[in-house]
């Protein structure tokens, strides 16, 4: 058990790049999860994953950005036209079941 | 529109203390968690609350879930400096949903 994996673990862009990270979950986890946090805050959920299929959505997750997990395995979530506002640490988590382990992040800055 | 509230935000307290920490929720929820986060650390993963009246114990800290309340509380007993941390509690959504909605943490200072 390696634990959840992401990378890039830092990613400095300039407004209005589109950048993409990646998250690895636990080996055998059906469940993958997207969650942005920014400084002092509580993580906000993104979007949620069963296997290959897009269950779940937030109302955070604008037009701007996808996310994908196309054989049920990694999974990417891309940003276009970054904004300042999207300066974020970029969290993901896998599990099995109600368990939501979570890797390292993705710290984003937007300059 | 879940709400999920932690009191306090700050603690500062000796070891050797004890103290509660409270999470409270708007809504009827399935499922609580417990995480602690270290200053730029992801999120370790503490406790899992599934029914009304569950407790868990993990060393110093045990977290209990009211559902009747909407209401958590992670205890520390005789605090030590290790513990320093950031803790945050979370609510699953009803009806299927799996995404957590997060309290905004509590910063918790264990002084020598």
């Known amino acids: 058990d390696t634990g959840v994996s992401q990378n890039p673990r830092h990613k400095i862009t300039k407004r209005g790049q589109n950048v993409t990270f990646r998250c690895d979950p636990i080996s055998e986890h059906n469940r993958l999860y997207w969650y942005r946090q920014t400084l002092g805050q509580g993580p906000e959920f993104l979007t949620y994953?069963?296997?290959?299929?897009?269950?779940?959505k937030s109302r955070l997750l604008s037009d701007r950005f996808s996310a994908e997990r196309p054989k049920g395995s990694f999974s990417t979530l891309e940003i276009q036209r970054t904004e300042q506002g999207d300066s974020a640490m970029y969290l993901c988590?896998?599990?099995?079941?109600?368990?939501?382990?979570f890797g390292p992040g993705t710290r984003l800055t937007v300059t | 529109e879940l709400k999920v509230e932690q009191n306090p935000l700050f603690l500062s307290m000796q070891e050797g203390k004890n103290y509660t920490i409270y999470c409270n929720y708007s809504t009827t929820s399935d499922r609580l968690y417990w995480y602690r986060q270290d200053p730029g650390k992801s999120l370790e993963s503490l406790f899992v609350l599934l029914s009304n009246g569950a407790v868990k114990q993990e060393g110093r800290l045990m977290a209990s879930l009211d559902t009747k309340a909407r209401l958590s509380t992670l205890h520390i007993t005789a605090a030590v400096h290790d513990l320093s941390a950031t803790y945050f509690c979370a609510v699953v959504r009803g009806g299927g949903a799996d995404g957590l909605t997060f309290g905004k943490g509590t910063h918790l200072i264990i002084q020598p």
């Open positions: 988590a896998s599990g099995r079941a109600y368990e939501q382990y």
């Open positions: 994953f069963q296997n290959e299929a897009q269950l779940e």
